[in-house]
């Protein structure tokens, strides 16, 4: 009997515990849900809407459209704050500046990855090391000679900051994929008159492909979270979303609702994918150290 | 070309084929900016110069570095990001740990509270940065908690008080990621093996005392692992004072980062910045040396 209050007590803690976890960590993200459908009027009214009383999707409108198209429309008054700009270029530009940065990275990282797997490559450590590093302490430079290339605030230069930063990585996570494969399969393909290059290319990599896909989206989530080194090197025709949030921020006072509404697309993926790759997290997050 | 089919023939030759891509981005994000950084914490160039490149400017020796360390400012945020770190990190850890540990049993719902827990991680540190920032508003629900809990209207301006901006970073800090340490610890616990942990509940361990004597030293390393990765994270602090105080109020809330970023690209002193850029690379690489050796432990001890 006694035993059985106790499982019951457990339980019980158990439970309040976990819902106090989840509504701590869902409803920050609710409360700026609620604000990107909140109309001006809403924004910082003193008497708190605890959800949107007047919802509207005119925030989200005016991402994509342009003021006088909404005025027009008449989805917004002309006394309602509207944006001078659209976050259109800001959320090509995250799309375009991940993906390409992702690929370029899991290109040059996927190479050293077999290499240090198989070949025992050595300057592993060092990468691991430089990841570690604040990029603040190595952004400074690199804007510097970015600037002399002319390749500030181009999407090239982005690109190629995307594609170097996350190799670490990359080469990590690669790694440990390459790890699980047993060398007898390498061995194998040898013995089958490949060469080291046919083996690497039409072998490896086919029974790498979930591995790819996995490393892939976690470096995606990478460059599509960044912030400081699009703040940085970008300030018109490259920026990002996450940088375009803050720049709301300065223009006409705190576009509040707006903010959210670009913030709510800056979620979306990395939610959509960060849950996908979760079983994975664990082994990116930690470079391959502890496999979840 | 019998001369070029061996590199894709000849293991070793192979190997050095793999590893060149890497070189040369090494080359770029590593070996050319530190040396950079070295020639222009030497020099007091600014962008602000007309027409001077910054290969020609003004060599004056290790005085910026002498600047540096006399910066208060530099110094005030060196001091406040350690203290980020010192509340954040512990605090991210218990709360983590103790989570993993709650969940890891079996019970109606584990999958839906393991998802919903990790969430806050998921989300962009810049968009987090942000929704701390309409939390902690006048007008915005932690007043509005406070005024249904006091009973009369609360409204704090946590943003204008250095004290509760800070409290409002470190918060965001925590919420985020604590899910961090939860995912490691959870990954760890599934990866006990249940032999001794059975073995000592039937020898008539309490279940205290088995966490304490049987589990814990089992969780040792990724333990170690969760917090120097988590502690490195959180000495490059940006995105949540930049969202949400932009270092402020004054100076209130500026951590290394922050303050780098505003001397560098507010304030354009270039040589200054550098030379601190140094100092903090040259003391993350002795910090991050020391942090590496029980990742390579787990790695190689799989």
Redesign the interface.
Known sequence: MDKHIENLLYTAVRYIFALGVAFFSLFPIYWMFTMSIKPPIEWASPDIHWWPWYPTASNYLMLFFHKNTLLEWGVIKPWEISVPETAVKAIMNSLILSISGTALSLFIGTFAAYAMSRYRAGGDYMFLTFRMLPPIAILMPIVMWLSTLRLLDTHIGVILLYGLFPVPFVIWLMRSFFDDLPREIDEAAIMDGCTPATTFIKVILPLVRGGLAVTALFIFILNWSDLIVALLVTYRTAITIPVQIGLYYSDIGHLYGIMSALGIFAVIPTLAFGLAIQKYLVRGLTFGAIKG | MPGFRDW????EK??I???L??QI??N???I???A??WY?GMTNWSPQFVGG??WRADFIGPYNFVLAVRDELFLNAIARTLLISAICVPTEFLLGF??AY??S?N?L?KRF?T??????????????G???Y??F?????V??LL?IVTGH?V?IPFMNDPFWAMIAIMLADI?QWT??IF??M???L??LPPEPINAAYILGATKWYTFRRVVLPMLKR?MM??VI?RA?ES??I??YP??MTRGGPGYATQT??MN??ES??KYLK?GL??AQ??I??IS??F???Y??KP??A??RGG
């Open positions: 894709f023939r000849i293991p192979f190997k084929l793999l590893i891509p890497v981005v090494m770029f994000t590593a050319i900016p530190f950079l950084v222009i490149d910054w103790t989570l709650v969940l049993g019970f719902g509270f998802l919903v827990a990790v969430v806050p991680m998921m989300v962009v540190p810049a968009a987090g942000w929704i701390f309409l939390m508003i006048e007008t915005g629900p007043n509005g005024s209207k409204m919420w899910p961090f995912l490691i959870t990954a760890a599934l990866g990724p692992i969760a990765l490195i000495l490059k940006f995105d930049y969202m290394i980062t780098l970023y560098g690209f270039y910045t550098n850029c140094l903090i690379f993350c690489i910090i991050a040396w942090a590496v990742l390579r787990a790695q």
